[in-house]
């Protein structure tokens, strides 16, 4: 059984900053690419970042410079450091994992930018 657990989301400011982390206990090792997507309410879920276990990144083309996403397998957690904070980045946060057969999301943590 896979669980991935977020957490790290909140209240912040316009400029702020937030670290999002992604456990994954046991398993990290063995999933090849780790990343965060968001979804606001009324649009489709977007990729945010990902990372393969070989160190490639890949990031949504807007968000490059402000968000930075790192896997450390030796304490298996994914993080998503998110600075400059927009209004236009509120959304829920989902850390999805693939492995060789299938993707898997954790439930999610609410990220809310509001002065």
């Known amino acids: 059984q896979v669980e991935l657990v977020e957490s790290g989301g909140g209240l912040v400011q316009p400029g702020g900053s937030l670290t999002l982390s992604c456990a994954a206990p046991?398993?990290?090792?063995?999933?090849?690419?780790m990343g965060w997507f968001r979804q606001s309410p009324g649009k489709e879920r977007e990729l945010v970042a990902d990372?393969?276990?070989?160190?490639?990144?890949n990031y949504q083309a807007s968000l490059k410079g402000r968000f930075r996403v790192s896997r450390d397998d030796d304490r298996n957690i994914v993080t998503l450091q998110m600075n400059d904070l927009k209004l236009e980045d509120p959304a829920v946060y989902y850390c999805?994992?693939?492995?060789?057969?299938?993707?898997?999301w954790g439930q999610g943590t609410q990220v809310t930018v509001s002065s």
């Open positions: 999805r994992a693939i492995d060789s057969r299938r993707n898997y």
């Open positions: 990372t393969t276990t070989g160190g490639l990144t």
């Open positions: 046991g398993i990290l090792h063995r999933m090849h690419n």
